[in-house]
């Protein structure tokens, strides 16, 4: 097989030393860091830190507002995706955009936005407050928060996948008898399963990983709405530096576990998209045939 490339082999060494480099400065060294200084003093303090009451509670935060914006944001991200992919509509260009709206806006600026619209002071939040629920500074907020940031991600991976698909098995299988819920449960579902599991993974790394706009609105009552990536900020801030960067290496582990998963779905994926332009080019081939 000829050689494509036209660099010589000292510049794709070069080229390559410099990216390995980059990686093992930006990426590993600060990875090793972390677990080395949440590991140096002893596995004693390093597990005293994660069992501590206050880390513990911001653990169960972090799972308990991924518990709930993932699910959300899966139901969310397979309807979006079957309208756009399937459907002609008034108003699809703007659900389109209305997707990416969290990729543009800053996660900052995400949480100003709850405050403004739940915030004590405005008319829903007072309103929602006489009733007994608070949402900035509580539980609420941080979850509508962790929501908004996540939902493009389902949608994102779908959208691409069932557009290639297509929609002749569906179709098929509606001719063929079958209800929509069948259609969805047995064509549609075992079709995108791989690119599903693939938005999931990302929505759920989001979701712990998140801080810009759940600080905002959690008001960091430690105990209460701190989430990990917030308990590991105000830990660092005061010189806690086993403590932060041992529920820091809960997020590392969480990132490694992201990323072996996603390389496997991203394999799955691979090869079931092959299959459908394997299936698609025959059906093409096998349709011109006299």
Request: proline content about 4%.
């Amino acid at each position: 097989m000829a050689n494509l490339t036209t660099e010589s082999r000292p510049v794709r060494y070069a080229l390559t030393a410099v990216a390995l480099l980059f990686l093992f400065l930006f990426l590993l060294l600060p990875l090793i860091g972390v677990f080395w200084e949440a590991l140096h003093k002893g596995w004693q303090l390093y597990l005293t830190a994660l069992v501590e009451p206050e880390a513990w509670s911001a653990i169960k935060l972090t799972l308990i507002s991924a518990a709930i914006a993932v699910p959300l944001n899966l139901v969310f991200g397979v309807s979006a995706a079957w309208a756009i992919a399937r459907f002609d509509f008034r108003g699809k260009s703007l659900l389109t955009t209305l997707i990416d709206l969290p990729f543009a806006v800053s996660p900052v600026v995400a949480g100003l936005m709850f405050i403004l619209l739940f915030g004590a002071n405005t008319a829903v939040g007072g309103w929602l407050q006489d009733h007994g629920l608070q949402v900035i500074f509580a539980v609420p907020g941080i979850v509508l928060a962790t929501v908004f940031v996540t939902f493009p991600f389902v949608a994102r991976e779908l959208i691409p996948l069932m557009q290639s698909q297509g929609a002749d098995e569906e179709q098929a299988a509606i001719v063929l008898g079958a209800s929509g819920w069948q259609t969805f449960r047995k064509v549609t579902l075992p079709n995108i399963k791989w690119g599903l599991l693939y938005g999931v993974i990302l929505t759920n790394a989001r979701a712990m990983g998140e801080f810009g706009a759940v600080s905002v609105v959690s008001g960091h009552i430690r105990g209460e709405t701190n989430t990990i990536p917030l308990h590991v900020e105000i830990l660092y801030n005061e010189y806690n530096f086993v403590g932060a960067f041992a529920c820091a290496s809960l997020l590392a582990l969480l990132a490694l576990v992201t990323l072996l998963v996603k390389s496997l779905v991203e394999w799955r994926l691979h090869r079931q998209q092959q299959a459908s332009t394997l299936r698609t080019a025959e059906a093409r081939l096998q349709a011109a045939q006299p």
